[in-house]
């Protein structure tokens, strides 16, 4: 089989910038609750490869999914806009 996986792409807001080539994304998503049906607001961080340091706190980016680099770093920045 060459099925090819389609990639993931997430936009977020970047939260830490703290570890060397690493920044952390926190993405927000609009969740329901399945028996009430009330709408809530849920953030996930990922943890993002920044290989030039570019990136402060603040921005926002466009992360994709690749090979794992490390235990938790996933995800690489291909997209950035400074805010």
Sequence with gaps: ????????????????????????????????????????LATRKYKAHDPENRLKVGDKAKIVETKPRSKGKKWEVIYETKN
């Design 1 to 40: 089989m060459n099925a090819e996986k389609s990639k993931k792409y997430i936009e977020g807001k970047i939260v830490s910038d703290k570890m060397a080539k690493t920044v952390v994304v926190a993405v927000n998503t609009m969740k329901t609750h399945p028996k009430y049906l009330k709408k809530y």
